[in-house]
């Protein structure tokens, strides 16, 4: 997705030859004209695959996934990574090691709001080595609900995430796809571009 592409060369920062910061328009600040743009681009691929939940992660999940579920007129839910004192027992527990902030936590979803039958749509902002797309399949199959595929905003194509999700057989749409954060500089998989920060 070029709009996307164009906002990560010139508003990305390349911390490392592992971790890119969107801090200006995904993980922090957000640009909702941007994420507009981003969540169409979702629906419109999956928009025949019969989605009724399209699930996500908190916190930074939550923006590329709301006009994606709105446009798919499905209900968007996104797992919480700390229990709410409002959440009764009846919920679905899966484990997560977060790979940027180096930690392991529960991720709960009610048991309300997945069922048997759901065809899910799972969105995340980044994937990285597939730890949190492992928690929500799990959580996705403790109710017995299908996964019609991954929306993926941005892809690091050389950690294994996207490799285990294919394995697994599941369809993984990502809308932008990095090959390298080598030398402080992003270089996309399709066209090889590449940026200086
Ligand atoms: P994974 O579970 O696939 O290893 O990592 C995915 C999660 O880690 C994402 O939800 C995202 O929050 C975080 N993450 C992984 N890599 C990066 C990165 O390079 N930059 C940022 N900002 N977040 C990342």
Do not use: C
């Not at 592409?5 to 390349?14: F, N, Y």
């Not at 941007?34 to 979702?42: P, Q």
């Not at 399209?54 to 798919?72: K, R």
């Amino acid at each position: 997705m070029e709009l996307l592409k164009q906002a990560i060369r010139e508003r990305g920062k390349v911390l490392s030859d592992q971790v890119l910061k969107v801090d200006t328009f995904l993980n922090h600040q957000i640009d909702t004209q941007l994420m507009t743009a981003v969540g169409h681009e979702f629906a419109e691929r999956f928009k025949d695959s019969g989605i009724t939940k399209v699930l996500t992660i908190e916190s930074s999940g939550i923006a590329p996934s709301f006009i994606a579920a709105d446009e798919l007129n499905a209900p968007l839910i996104f797992a919480r990574k700390k229990k709410s004192l409002t959440m009764n027992h009846d919920i679905y527990v899966s484990q997560v090691h977060s790979f940027t902030k180096r930690e392991t936590n529960d991720i709960t979803v009610s048991k309300d709001f997945l069922e048997a039958g759901d065809q899910v749509l799972i969105i995340d902002d980044f994937l990285a080595n597939g730890q949190a797309a492992l928690g929500l399949i799990d959580i996705v199959k403790q109710a017995n609900a299908s996964i019609a595929g991954f929306g993926i905003v941005i892809e690091k194509s050389f950690q294994t995430g996207r490799q285990q999700l294919e394995e697994l057989g599941y369809r993984v749409e990502s809308l932008a796809r990095i090959q390298s954060l080598e030398a402080g500089k992003v270089t996309f998989i399709e066209d090889s571009t590449s940026i200086h920060n």
